[in-house]
């Protein structure tokens, strides 16, 4: 479902960054975009039993914790991907 997800949301990212920006631009944004989708879902269901593993209540894994981890790997990925392609400084 991640992958259905994030290719679908790629394709009309990629559609809007055609007309809007350039092709370069479109592609690290759609890369990105499943990237991070399939990132996301992984996140959400590995956290429950890694807390469970440490003891932890795997419910604390709630859509918070959840969410701020996979938007901070989202930003480092987005990053990584725009600076590989783009060939930016620190590349």
Known sequence: M?????LTMALAVSV?????ANVEIATVVA????IIVIVGSLIGMILPFI???FGLDPATASAPLVTSIA???GVL????IATA??????S
């Open 2 to 6: 991640a992958i259905g997800l994030g």
């Open 16 to 20: 809007v960054g055609v007309f809007r």
């Open 31 to 34: 890369l990105s975009m499943v």
């Open 51 to 53: 807390l469970n593993k």
């Open 71 to 73: 938007d901070a790997s």
């Open 77 to 80: 990925i987005y990053f990584g």
């Open 85 to 90: 392609i783009l060939g930016l400084p620190g």
